[in-house]
C-alpha cells in the first residue's frame, strides 16, 4: 500500500471517532431535556401547576419526571450556560411571582369581605363601603390573572426549546473546530506523495 493510500485510510478512519466525540462532549456538560408531555401541550392561560422535566434520553416513563418547582428552580443548573434559556427562565419566575401576589390579593379581598360581612351584632350587611372596596379588589385580581397567566406557561416551554436548540448549535460548533481548515498533497523527503491535513488553532 502506497503512502498516499494509507495516510488516506487512516484520516478516513479518524473522521467516525471525531465525529463521536463532537457529539457526545457537549451532552455529558448539558442533557438534552425534555418535558412532560402534558406539559408540552400547555396553551395560552393554561394550568399553572409546576412543570415536570426529564433529562432521560430512552423512552422516559412518569417515574423519569422531575419537578422543575414553582419557580422553575430546579431547571436553572441545566439552563446556566445558555443566556436566551436563562432569560426565558427568568421572565417565567417573574410572572409566577405576579401569580402568587395575585392569588394572595384575591384570597385576602375575598376574607376581609365576609369579615366584613359577619361583623357586628345587628343585621348582616353585604354592600357598604368598605365591602365595594374588597368587591372591587377582587375583581380587579381576577381580571389581571388573566392578563398574568396568559404567556406564562410560554416562557419555561421557551427556556427548554432554547436550551436543546443550543446543544444542536454546540455540536456542530465542535465539529467545525476539530474538521481540518485544509486537505491537500505534500511531497515527502524521498519523494513519495503524502496526505497533508491543515488545521487553524483557534
Given at each position: ?39 408540552k ?50 421572565r ?15 384570597v ?24 365595594k ?45 476539530l ?24
Open positions: 500500500m502506497s503512502v498516499l493510500r494509507r495516510s488516506a485510510f487512516l484520516f478516513c478512519l479518524s473522521l467516525p471517532s471525531v465525529a463521536a466525540y463532537a457529539q457526545k462532549a457537549p451532552a455529558s456538560e448539558a442533557p438534552f431535556i425534555s418535558l412532560s408531555p402534558e406539559d401541550a400547555r396553551g395560552l392561560n393554561g394550568t399553572q401547576h409546576n412543570f415536570f422535566f426529564t433529562t432521560s434520553t430512552e423512552a422516559p416513563q412518569d417515574k423519569d419526571y422531575t419537578s422543575a418547582g414553582f419557580f422553575g428552580q430546579r431547571l436553572r443548573p441545566y439552563l446556566a450556560g445558555n443566556p436566551e434559556a436563562v432569560e426565558n427562565l427568568n417565567y419566575r417573574l410572572q409566577k411571582w405576579l401569580y402568587l401576589g395575585e392569588r394572595l390579593t384575591f385576602g379581598a375575598v376574607a376581609f369581605y365576609g369579615q366584613q360581612v359577619l361583623a357586628g351584632d345587628g343585621e348582616q350587611q353585604y354592600f357598604r363601603n368598605t365591602q372596596v374588597a368587591i372591587g379588589v377582587a375583581a380587579f385580581s381576577l381580571l389581571s390573572n388573566m392578563m398574568i397567566t396568559r404567556h406564562t406557561n410560554e416562557h419555561m416551554q421557551r427556556a427548554v426549546d432554547a436550551h436543546n436548540a443550543g446543544l444542536g448549535s454546540a455540536h456542530s460548533g465542535l465539529w467545525q473546530r474538521a481540518p481548515t485544509g486537505v491537500g498533497l505534500a511531497a515527502a523527503p524521498s519523494g513519495q506523495p503524502l496526505l497533508a491535513l491543515r488545521w487553524n488553532v483557534r
